[in-house]
């Protein structure tokens, strides 16, 4: 036996050191147990509040009388899909257990000790967690204006270590977007060979009010989607990557075996044949978004307009708001862990669901007056 002191943390591998959970939005039924309310409105992990197509719903109660076998281990059937999607081939298909797995992945693939990840400061937190998890070293680049990426210090940032440059495009929890002829510009001054995730979460939510754009090219470039946002899959895992086939092999030789499930794999076909559904619903998102947007600015405290499917605020009182919002059911999204405790991210939820925080927010708001 180890002396008493001996602690499992200390026997972890030194990376493990400093590194917190990712604190996830506070699930409905734990606000219900602590509040003892019988309702609640969760508006804080950007869910899509119409849930998926009819179409995925039904696929995945077919695949239920399937789950007793193993799933297709290399998704062959959705690769095809999104590769007719992508203009690609299968070969440049990389499907995860959610897009975060696939940043996982590909992050614990190309970077090691004495290995630099770029990002930016208050960039989506997963690449700062998977970096520093994979013992390499990650590099915050602050974002200029407080919230969108300062692309020339990042690009400043690359040296002959660095590995990967991470990007979420929007991004969250900062709502920010980058027009793909910057994104290429920047893109064009990275060496050629580093691995560049751009992670494009919200895609649907940008692509619905501008129409498809030129996708952006650099040779390692990592392209995220992922189904758990505009496509109302979150609780079934599924995510992608687009990127060079041999990327995709290299990354397929440290993925599990079986890491995407049978429900997610056919519920992810199916979604992609109903996605004018998808489309009609991500269209109401972003009108009940502006009209949050405005309804904040004439409140006083929106921080700036997002892309995506959610706002946000700021206030000096934001943990106050927070509170008293919990207390009547609706849960917004605190970014204490993005160094941002005067923020609150609020996803857009239903026109009735949106409505009650609205309701909500303006007596609270005059209290604190
Ligand atoms: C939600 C989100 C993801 C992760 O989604 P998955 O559910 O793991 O597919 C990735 N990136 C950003 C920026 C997100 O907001």
Avoid at 62 to 83: C, I, M, N, T
Avoid at 121 to 137: C, D, K, N, S, T
Avoid at 217 to 236: D, E, I, N, Q, W
Avoid at 252 to 265: G, I, K, M, T
């Amino acid at each position: 036996m180890e002396s008493e002191t001996m602690t499992w943390a200390a026997r972890a591998v030194p990376q493990t050191r400093g590194l917190h959970p990712y604190v996830p939005g506070k699930p409905v039924e734990q606000l219900l147990r602590d509040k003892g309310l019988s309702h609640a409105i969760k508006l804080a992990s950007n869910e899509n509040p119409y849930g998926p197509s009819p179409k995925a719903m039904e696929a995945i109660r077919h695949a239920a009388g399937e789950v007793h076998r193993y799933p297709d281990g290399d998704s062959r059937q959705l690769k095809e899909v999104l590769a007719a999607l992508h203009g690609v081939t299968p070969a440049h298909i990389l499907p995860g257990n959610g897009s975060n797995e696939v940043l996982e992945l590909v992050i614990r693939t190309f970077a090691g000790p004495n290995d630099e990840v770029v990002y930016s400061q208050r960039g989506f937190i997963v690449y700062a967690l998977a970096a520093q998890a994979a013992g390499a070293r990650g590099i915050a680049i602050p974002e200029a204006d407080g919230l969108a990426p300062d692309l020339q210090a990042m690009g400043q940032a690359v040296t002959a270590n660095t590995k990967i440059v991470c990007i979420a495009n929007p991004n969250n929890p900062t709502g920010s977007w980058i027009d793909n002829d910057r994104l290429q510009a920047f893109l064009d001054r990275l060496p050629s060979d580093i691995v560049v995730i751009l992670d494009e979460a919200y895609y649907e939510y940008v692509m619905v009010e501008q129409g498809e754009y030129v996708p952006v090219r650099h040779p390692g470039l990592v392209l995220c989607r992922t189904f758990s946002k505009a496509y109302g899959l979150a609780g079934c895992r599924i995510g992608y990557a687009v990127a060079d086939p041999d990327i995709v092999a290299v990354v397929n030789r440290v993925r599990e075996p079986f890491n995407v499930s049978l429900l997610a794999q056919q519920a992810a076909v199916a979604a992609l044949v109903d996605r004018d559904w998808v489309m009609e619903r991500v269209a109401l998102c972003n009108a009940e978004r502006l009209r949050l947007e405005s309804a904040l600015a004439e409140l006083g405290i929106l921080a700036a307009p997002c892309r995506g499917n959610f706002v946000l605020l700021r206030h000096a009182s934001a943990a106050l708001i927070l509170q008293r919002l919990e207390d009547q059911g609706i849960i917004p999204r605190p970014l204490g862990p993005y160094g941002m405790p005067d923020y609150l991210r609020i996803t857009v939820g239903t026109v009735a669901e949106n409505e009650t925080l609205l309701t909500a927010l303006k007596p609270i708001l005059a209290s604190l007056d």
